[in-house]
């Protein structure tokens, strides 16, 4: 059974940070790449951020481009989004997800849309970030 689970949210003032971790299990971890998407009342989810084990590449929104870090712990089927200099307009529930299997060999997360919420096969429950004011 695949499943993730993200941890990490809470309630953190702006300027703060957090560090929020997805735990995958039920797939080969290096197979897939591994997004970051968010969902504020009201809107749309968006994706943020993705990462591929199996190469290393990353990719994020522009809109959290030198604010948020992206990692795994290929030994923990873990991944990180590490988020930094936090605005009160990021408060959302933030989803991982898992798209593949995929063989793209290099810049698999340059190789697909990985930002749209359609090329994802599995989510997790999500975890609430809020940021105060």
């Known amino acids: 059974e695949v499943q993730l689970v993200e941890s990490g949210g809470g309630l953190v003032q702006a300027g703060g940070s957090l560090r929020l971790s997805c735990a995958a299990s039920g797939f080969t971890f290096d197979d897939y790449a591994i997004g970051w998407f968010r969902q504020a009342p009201g809107k749309e989810r968006e994706g943020v951020s993705c990462?591929?084990?199996?190469?290393?590449?990353?990719y994020y929104a522009d809109s959290v481009k030198g604010r948020f870090t992206i990692s795994s712990d290929n030994a923990k089927n873990t991944v990180y989004l590490q988020m930094n200099s936090l605005k009160p307009e990021v408060t959302a529930v933030y989803y991982c997800a898992a798209a593949g299997p995929l063989f793209y060999g290099v810049g698999v997360c340059i190789s697909f849309n990985v930002l749209s919420i359609y090329e994802y096969d599995y989510w997790g429950q999500g975890t609430q970030v809020t940021v105060s004011s």
């Open positions: 990462i591929s084990s199996s190469d290393g590449s990353t």
